[in-house]
């Protein structure tokens, strides 16, 4: 009969391989939201890749008048039922709002209603994949999702 630490070894490998497995397939999401003038004429986008960092998609909308950290969850939320619809179980999302981020982490609480609503969505929508993570990156490292999320904002305004 093995020894214990022989089995917790032996499973701990089969359950990281089976993780793995599990999840060599899925979506990377950088996100981005924004609004003239918070609140302003808002928008957002997103840059869907795969696995292998490959674009797949964009996504963005103009939201109207609306807060910056609306525009940040409206991107999340089109992120994850983009995943959805496309049946992947497995979503990294990557974004430069540092709010949004520790808000879905449970870091920090969400006080505003209208982004209590935008939360409880989201982490309903996170509830149907198998796997999700999400992580802060300074603006710099999200210049594709920020370009469209201004484009967004331009077309609803009437700006070419």
Known sequence: MPSIPSRLRTLHR???????KAHQHYLVAYIDGGARGNPGPSGY????QDEGG????TLSQYLGHQTNNFAEYQ????????????GCKALKVISDSELLVRQINGIYKVKNPTLKDLHARARQ????????????VLRNKNQEADRLANAAMDKGMGRV
Do not use: P
């Open 45 to 48: 986008g997103v840059v869907m």
């Open 75 to 86: 991107a999340l939320i089109a992120a994850l039922e983009y995943a959805i619809q496309h």
């Open 125 to 136: 929508l996170i509830g149907e994949l198998d796997w999700f993570s999400i992580t802060h």
């Open 14 to 20: 089969d359950l990281f391989e089976d993780a793995r």
């Open 54 to 57: 490959r674009k797949i998609a």
